[in-house]
């Protein structure tokens, strides 16, 4: 018989790679990096290589910082996963995924309170994202306005678009690509959101639109949209101008319709006339889908949409790219189908109670303020007192990076301009938190305040130890 050393030396381990992967040479050889192998490597060794370097990424279900869904059910999951193969963009081949897609964009329509009939007849596509959502209402929004400008023979060579200093990083990109003068309204220490006067008066004949964001990134604050419709009203009758509302409900547009149908944000207000909605933040979806939806076609320049017949049939398209997965926009008709009106309505409402139990328990620890408001996004947001961080010597920087050994990703970041110089800390309540998890997140938290704090005293107390008694007087 063979010993167990006679046994091993016998083989050939380049060979052995089909029955082990952790004995094979791959795992001790580099991994290729940078230039692309000659040789390929085995199926189960290039997927252990990789699923075991992800291991290195933070925990989806422990990422408070983000508003984009990290959990699906089985059945969403089984219907993504045998739809990975189709490509949106061929919808002469799947018109039936393209049937779905505009299924999609009808339930959003009514959700957000489109005109019907004579009103008018809203139009919208799917997105990868909020972000491409934004670009396009953006481009219709500067088309718009330079036909109303061509007709008047009237320069149309300095567009500006007036919004918070508080948008997300996408609009500074839609300004920057496409060439909009942004034009923010700055924030104060105590107005987080953007001010109605303020961006009333920023408002003139070369404004392409005004932005509403319904759920601020920063504090999850819905900004007054309806006062913004009711501004720019007077104002676009009194000048004779035709500025619109274009409402960026990333977040808010799967929330607000559920938990606040009567609060008056949507197509209900006469300037908006296109919102959009990330479907892979409330919309309950894994990243990337998104919608943007006009409530009247008339407000979509027809040279903004492209046809093209090289998939055959006559193929309208508006998006910045082409091809992409069909999936997400399937799950996402899963969960109109799977949860409806009342499914929403559940899932919102529990995060509502979540977002109130961590609030009273971060106010209950005395050493927070509140920037988030209860009834706006189940986000928590809050900044730690000023005399707590002069006593002890610790920010909410600190205190992220505590948590972080815990495995919980929360972000510490400071405020847009010009309320930079509050710091603060956000949990976003997503539907992966339980109250038992949000109950072990504040126990963390105490958890970390009291290291920093524990941690001073004892310093203070070796610094009286080695001055001696004879400073203890001075100090
Ligand atoms: C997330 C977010 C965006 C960007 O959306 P994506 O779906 O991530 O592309 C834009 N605006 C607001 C207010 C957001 O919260």
């Known amino acids: 018989m063979l010993s167990h050393k006679q046994d091993l030396r016998g083989t050939d381990l380049s060979s052995a790679h089909h029955a082990l992967t952790y004995g094979s040479r791959y795992t001790r050889e580099p991994v290729p990096k940078y230039v692309m192998p000659v040789q390929g490597l085995p199926a189960e060794v290039a997927y252990r290589v990789i699923h075991d370097e992800l291991n290195l990424d933070g925990n989806p279900s422990l990422n408070l910082a983000t508003f984009v869904t990290t959990w699906m059910d089985d059945h969403a999951g089984r219907l993504m996963a045998e739809t990975l193969s189709k490509n949106y963009i061929d919808q002469d081949e799947y018109p039936q995924t393209t049937e779905i897609q505009n299924y999609c ?144 409900a990333a977040s808010g547009g799967f929330v607000v319709p559920f938990t606040q149908p009567q609060l008056r944000w949507d197509f209900r207000l006469k300037w908006v006339k ?51 997965g069909a999936s997400q ?42 920037l988030s408001k209860l009834g706006h996004l189940p986000v928590v947001a809050f900044a730690l007192n000023d005399d707590v961080m002069k006593k002890y010597g610790y920010t909410v920087f600190d205190l992220s990076e505590k948590l972080r050994e815990r495995g919980w990703i929360v972000p510490a970041y400071t405020m847009a301009p010009d309320a930079e110089g509050i710091a603060l800390l956000r949990v976003v309540v997503r539907e992966s938190m339980s109250r ?20 001073k005293s004892q310093h203070s107390k070796q610094e009286e130890k080695r001055k001696g008694p004879q400073t203890r007087g001075v100090c």
Do not use: C
Request: net charge negative; no cysteine.
């Open 105 to 248: 964009v009808n339930m959003l329509a009514r959700l957000f309170n489109a005109p019907e009939g004579e009103g008018g007849e809203a139009v919208g596509t799917g997105t990868v994202g909020s972000s491409e959502a934004i670009h396009l209402a953006g481009l219709a929004m500067k088309w718009r306005w330079r036909k109303r400008r061509e007709v008047l023979k009237m320069d149309a060579g300095k567009p500006n678009l007036v919004m918070g200093a508080n948008v997300q990083v996408v609009w500074e990109k839609f300004a920057r690509y496409f060439e909009v003068e942004p034009r923010y309204v700055k924030l104060t220490k105590d107005r987080y959101v953007i001010g109605v006067e303020e961006a009333m008066a920023m408002v003139d004949e070369n404004t392409i639109g005004v932005v509403g964001i319904l759920g601020s990134t920063y504090t999850g604050e819905y900004e007054p949209i309806e006062a913004l419709n009711d501004a720019l009203e007077e104002l676009n009758v009194k000048k004779g101008w035709e500025v619109p509302l274009h409402v960026d």
């Open 329 to 370: 926009v399937l799950g996402q008709y899963y969960n109109f189908l799977f949860l409806g009106m009342d499914g929403y309505r559940a899932v919102m409402t529990s995060l509502h109670g979540i977002a109130e139990r961590i609030t009273s328990a971060v106010e209950g620890m005395g050493r927070f303020w509140m």
């Open 274 to 324: 296109s919102i959009n909605v990330s479907g892979h933040k409330y919309g309950l979806v894994y990243p990337g889908v998104g919608w943007v939806v006009w409530r009247d076609k008339a407000e979509l320049p027809e040279d903004l949409v492209f046809h093209v017949n090289y998939l055959g049939g006559d193929q309208p398209t508006f998006n910045l790219n082409f091809s992409k």
């Open 436 to 455: 038992d998890m949000a109950d072990l997140f504040v126990a963390d938290l105490q958890r970390a305040v009291e290291h920093f704090e524990h941690e």
